[in-house]
């Protein structure tokens, strides 16, 4: 397997380099869940023929979602109920809700190294971009929560990320030292406004390259 290479951006160049890590960040969707999205836009076209790209803009793009939803400036029933007229149909939101909730899986293996993380001393956080449809969903159905010491969701705190303020927010309620926090994300905007912060941030390649990095922070993995 080839390994991932990343690099260690810090916001803060007095920030000692060896500063031990105490709490590992993990993203939900795409992360610790998998297939979510895609499955959800896939279920969309099989059970009330949404084509995909029509399921993708009100889903992935729309600024209903991104700025309103996931700020939590839109109740579950306002956007589902949007989404339903948007793509011509006539089915109670929570059917629609219930569609995406059942479209994730849970990637036990990420699962399993949170929890060995978790033994070993280490914080387990997250922070996401999300909606309360979702989340609790998916609380529901898998229990996610009890994996986590620190949760931090966009529509809770009224912003989404890369505003910097969401990862205030995770430093606040983490308890711990920005230079004490690993943090990835596939979105350079992201890792860039978590690093201005002075959290470590790492571009994220892939979990196995992931985890390389956190071993050679000096994480015990």
């Known amino acids: 397997m080839m390994r991932v290479m990343v690099s260690v951006m810090t916001g803060d160049d007095t920030q000692p380099e060896n500063e031990a890590i105490q709490g590992v960040t993990f993203d939900l969707d795409g992360v610790y869940f998998v297939e979510g999205k895609a499955r959800f836009v896939e279920a969309l076209g099989r059970e009330y023929g949404v084509p995909a790209d029509e399921a993708r803009r009100v889903f992935f793009s729309s600024h209903e979602m991104n700025v309103l939803y996931k700020c939590g400036k839109m109740t579950d029933a306002e956007f589902w109920n949007w989404a339903a007229q948007q793509w011509g149909l006539r089915v109670p939101y929570r059917e629609l809700a219930s569609l995406l909730i059942a479209s994730y899986r849970r990637d036990h293996s990420v699962q399993e190294f949170i929890q060995t993380l978790r033994s070993r001393g280490y914080s387990a956080l997250a922070c996401s971009n999300n909606f309360s449809a979702r989340i609790e969903g998916l609380q529901e159905r898998f229990g996610f929560l009890d994996d986590f ?73």
Do not use: C, M, W
Not at 162 to 170: A, Q, S, V, W
């Open 149 to 221: 010491d620190t949760v931090v969701l966009s529509y809770e705190v009224g912003v989404t990320k890369p505003n910097p303020e969401i990862f205030r927010e995770l430093v606040q309620r983490a308890g711990l030292a920005p230079g004490t926090i690993v943090y990835t994300d596939d979105n350079a905007a992201h890792t860039t406004a978590a690093a201005s912060l002075g959290i470590r941030s790492v571009p994220y390649g892939g979990f196995s390259g992931f985890v390389e990095e956190l071993r050679r922070l000096g994480v015990r993995v």
